[in-house]
Nanobody
Framework: QVQLVESGGGLVQAGGSLRLSCAASGRTSSYAMGWFRQAPGTEREFIAAITWSGSNTGYPDSVKGRFAISRDNAKNIVWLQMNNLKPEDTAVYYC????????????????????????WGQGTQVTVSS
């Protein structure tokens, strides 16, 4: 059984930075991980993903160049470094694990889909003030 616990959220001013952590228990090092966010009244939005080796990452245009995902498989931790935060980044941030994104073709095609992820954390709130 996999459990994911996010931490590091909080209140920050626009232009500031936060680093989110996702601590995983269980067997996680062989699987891709992702970060999503959800603001009230919106659908869950893909933010970042990383392959099991850490050699490949993916981001939507909305955060590319500002956010960076990384992982340490020995420690079972995934991070999301968020820089130059904007008020529109305000949301609950979730980390997730996917057992389905092993093949490169599927990674490229489906890494942004919440349906590809099997386990989710409880979320951490990020609020960016203007």
């Amino acid at each position: 059984q996999v459990q994911l616990v996010e931490s590091g959220g909080g209140l920050v001013q626009a232009g500031g930075s936060l680093r989110l952590s996702c601590a995983a228990s269980g067997r996680t090092s062989s699987y891709a991980m992702g970060w999503f966010r959800q603001a009230p009244g919106t659908e869950r939005e893909f933010i970042a993903a990383i392959t099991w080796s850490g050699s490949n990452t993916g981001y939507p245009d909305s955060v590319k160049g500002r956010f960076a995902i990384s992982r340490d498989n020995a420690k079972n931790i995934v991070w999301l470094q968020m820089n130059n935060l904007k008020p529109e980044d305000t949301a609950v941030y979730y980390c997730a694990l996917s057992r389905n994104l092993q093949l490169p073709s599927r990674w490229l095609r489906s890494r942004a889909s919440p349906d590809e992820y099997d386990y989710w954390g409880q979320g951490t709130q990020v609020t960016v003030s203007s």
